[in-house]
């Protein structure tokens, strides 16, 4: 049994009088690759945010690396989420910028602020970037300006920047909403790709279930904000997904 | 081995390793160095033994204001005055502005109108060419000039400065009025015109409907700027606050001076309150208060009418006027006023921008996305006293940001003048600072205005403020922040003009003297080489700020 990464106990958050999420029990374990599926409205990119530590539980308690999140200081705090890096699906890129500039935004985090400031009048780690572009296949797009990509290869440039902070874990919110299936799929892909050559625990949140499940470990199924579903991805069956999206709109 | 190749290939394609900001930041820095050493500042000054002695029995007397009841209640008339001063000036500069405004704009017009003769054409643009010529001198000459000027004529009191705001402000009032007369839909109009209405007609019922919102709106706008204005031009004599000012400095009296400076500050807040109070009202209140405003002006401040025409004053201005018809026969004037004209240029250069630099620190710092909230909603705000240090820099950066802008040019320069001596360097050091906080309350707009997504993503991915604020807002801010700040250095350009008028440098020095020796020639070849400098900064900032602007689209 590897370490576990996340675990939560009772784990619930209110919206006002709107619950959103509510008893979540689970356990994460580092290097993982696990897929969180169910209709929207039913509380992943809640728990994404939980697990990030960007937004507070309002009951029970979330440990990461055992460390409760309620107890960490405001450094700690920080270095979790310098520890994640986020693929989401409402930012693909920051307008204005080059490719290589929206890149390095992944890493800013864990530079002193005068590097930072040196970083806008000096390129820097040019070389580390155009590797990590070259992974996404965007090797040569890396001075263009970020605005002129395409939807598939703005999310490549999304996916560079999360890795770009070298993350131990890979979040991933709706990462392919935007695209057509085709560009969805190799999205995923690379996706998985990344994050078995890192190591990086990988977490996708998603409402299509179907393209995910045979590339991950395990599924995780949210409900109206209840954890209905946590099954190895082998033995998810098309019931136990019908059960998840029954009575919802959307299909998986 | 092909993937090292792949990396080698894209080397050759790369652009240069320096990057287009650095450019910009080197031909700042560059500017900015030969400005700073063209004016000649002495940065020195401030540290200078003597200057720090006077400057600082000037801090002793605020912390001992005059408080007795006559002061008192002279500065609260003064206080009144110089609101009325505001109000009357303003009513006065509309009308005017109104009057140019239709005179200047090209009403719409039908095409191959047959009635319309080609004497009727010629005649139009020749009387539109005239009313834009007007409002342009109206505009570019700074309401301090045209004050004092009143000032030789009248006689001290606040009469002058009524007029010097009703000139000043009717001519930005009136480019505003004429622009959006031009930019309305012409369609009504020229139906009204194919109707054959009179030009009256076409105007009452074509033009001003489209336009009177927005001229409503603007006009109240700079009744604000009016206001503030008048609390100062008493320091050339034309009553209201800067009158005491002016006196409490040449006495010494700095208990006085304190006084004056908190009122001033206090009339600034207050004039703010009031306008953010009246702006959720209807425009017609507003509309109200300052007709009732300009009538008690009309009532309080007598304005000697008749002085306008007496003999003395029309020979003053025949003088005056024959000083522009012999403009250059002093080429030797004439090179001087060039070099003030251009140490002014620079004045305004080196204070725009180390205000800019210094307004892009402080700009997050007042800001409580930055400081306090961050931009993640009901984050985990995590243990110890690291969130409530930041408490210790909004707190400051606000109230710092709050009194430049508060304090207008003219004050700050006379507090400088007091620690480093009259002359450029206390008028830079007077336009820095309250550039800092004009620019600050803009930049810090803009900021809170920007796309949250940006900062916020940083943030979740453990961004600290400069990470977040350098990669994620300024991007987004940029071409806007830079046009705020070339419109600034437009304006200071002006202003640098006018802290000379108390002895801090610039074209404005020379123009002091001019007018108080009654130097016509001098004073008109002055007056056409300000004209021409505010024209030429003016055209040059419209196209490179449409540029910046332009090219974030």
Redesign the interface.
């Known amino acids: 049994m590897k370490p576990s990464m996340f675990s939560l106990t009772g784990v619930g958050r209110e919206w006002g009088p709107r619950v959103a999420l509510a008893d979540i029990d689970l356990k994460i374990a580092k290097g993982e690759r696990v897929a969180l599926i169910g209709p929207s409205g039913s509380g992943k990119t809640t728990l994404l945010?939980l697990l990030?530590?960007?937004?507070?539980a309002s009951s029970g308690s979330l440990l990461v690396n055992g460390v409760s999140?309620?107890?960490?200081?405001?450094?700690?705090?920080?270095?979790?989420?310098?520890?994640?890096?986020?693929v989401?699906q409402?930012?693909q890129v920051?307008?204005?910028?080059s490719v290589h500039?929206n890149v390095?935004?992944?890493r800013?985090?864990?530079?002193p602020?005068w590097k930072?400031?040196m970083s806008?009048?000096?390129?820097v780690d040019?070389?580390d970037v155009?590797a990590l572009l070259?992974d996404v296949g965007l090797?040569?797009r890396?001075?263009d300006q970020a605005d002129e990509l395409s939807g598939g290869q703005k999310q490549r440039v999304s996916i560079a920047r999360a890795l770009a902070?070298e993350p131990v874990l890979l979040l991933a919110d709706e990462p392919t909403a935007a695209l057509d299936p085709t560009t969805a799929s190799e999205g995923l892909e690379l996706l998985i790709a990344v994050s078995k050559k890192r190591e990086a625990t990988l977490i996708i949140s998603t409402h299509r279930a179907s393209q995910v499940i045979e590339r991950v470990d395990r599924v995780l199924g949210l409900r109206e904000g209840k954890l209905v579903l946590d099954k190895p991805a082998a033995n998810t069956t098309p019931e136990d997904l019908d059960a998840l999206y029954a009575g919802s709109r959307e299909r998986a | 081995m092909s993937e090292h190749r792949s990396v080698s290939e894209h080397r050759s394609r790369e652009p240069r390793r320096s990057r287009p900001s650095s450019w910009v930041a080197a031909f700042v820095l560059l500017t900015l160095v030969l400005s700073y050493w063209h004016t000649g500042i002495d940065a020195g000054a401030l540290f200078d033994e003597q200057g720090w002695q006077s400057f600082s029995e000037m801090l002793g007397g605020l912390t001992s204001p005059d408080l007795s009841r006559t002061f008192l209640a002279r500065i609260g008339t003064l206080a009144l005055e110089s609101l009325l001063i505001g109000l009357l000036g303003t009513a006065m500069a509309i009308v005017l502005a109104i009057g140019l405004a239709i005179a200047s704009a090209r009403l719409p017009q039908l095409a191959h109108d047959p009635a319309r003769t080609r004497a009727q054409t010629f005649g139009g643009a020749l009387i539109r060419a005239c009313a834009r010529a007007v409002l342009a001198c109206f505009r570019a000459i700074p309401e301090i000039l045209w004050a004092f000027l009143f000032v030789r004529i009248f006689g001290l009191g606040p009469a002058p400065a009524v007029f010097a705001i009703a000139i000043t402000f009717s001519g930005t009032v009136g480019k505003l009025f004429a622009e959006l007369i031009e930019s309305i839909d012409p369609l009504p109009a020229q139906r009204l015109r194919a109707a054959g209405a009179s030009r009256v007609a076409v105007f009452l019922y074509g033009v001003l409907p489209l336009v009177r919102k927005q001229w409503v709106a603007y006009a109240l706008f700079r009744l604000e700027c009016a206001i503030r204005s008048a609390s100062i031009l008493g320091v050339v004599g034309a009553g209201g606050l800067g009158m005491e000012i002016d006196l409490s400095i040449r006495y010494f009296q700095y208990d006085k001076l304190a006084t004056a400076l908190l009122a001033v500050l206090a009339y600034v807040l207050v004039l703010e309150a009031i306008s953010h109070v009246l702006r959720k009202t209807r425009p017609l209140v507003s509309v109200a208060c300052m007709a009732l405003g300009a009538l008690a002006g009309i009532l309080w401040i007598r304005i000697p009418w008749s002085e306008l025409f007496n003999p003395t004053s029309l020979d003053q201005l025949r003088t005056f006027l024959s000083g522009f018809s012999s403009l250059t026969s002093d080429g030797g004037f004439l090179w001087t006023a060039t070099k003030l004209a251009m140490i002014t240029v620079s004045m305004a250069w080196v204070s725009t921008v180390v205000a800019a630099a210094v307004a892009l620190l402080l700009a997050p710092m007042a800001i409580t996305r930055f400081t306090i909230r961050g931009y993640l909603q009901d984050a985990p705000e995590g243990r110890g006293l690291g969130r409530w240090a930041f408490l210790a820099v909004l707190v400051p950066a606000r109230t710092s940001l709050q009194v430049a802008r508060a304090l207008p040019e003219l004050v700050w320069a006379l507090l400088f003048i007091l620690w480093v001596g009259p002359g450029v360097t206390a008028g830079v050091l007077a336009l820095t600072v309250h550039t800092v906080g004009i620019l600050g309350r803009l930049y810090s707009d803009v900021l809170e205005e920007t796309e949250p997504g940006p900062p916020r993503a940083l943030e979740a991915m453990g961004a600290g403020p400069v990470a977040r604020y350098v990669y994620g807002v300024l991007p987004q801010s940029m071409p806007r922040i830079l046009a705020f700040t070339l419109f600034r250095f437009e304006v200071n350009v002006r202003a640098a003009a006018m802290v000379g008028f108390v002895g801090a440098g610039g074209l404005g020095d020379a123009l002091h003297t001019a007018i108080s020796l009654f130097h016509m020639r001098d004073l008109a070849s002055l007056l056409v080489l300000t004209l021409c400098l505010v024209l030429l900064v003016d055209t040059i900032g419209d196209h490179v700020r449409a540029r910046v602007l332009r090219g974030s689209r």
């Open positions: 945010r990030m530590a960007s937004l507070q999140v309620a107890e960490m200081t405001p450094k700690q705090i920080r270095s979790h989420r310098r520890h994640c890096g986020l989401d409402g930012l920051i307008p204005r910028m500039d390095i935004a992944g800013v985090a864990s530079w602020w930072t400031l806008t009048l000096i390129a040019r070389d155009h070259s090797g040569d890396q001075w902070g």
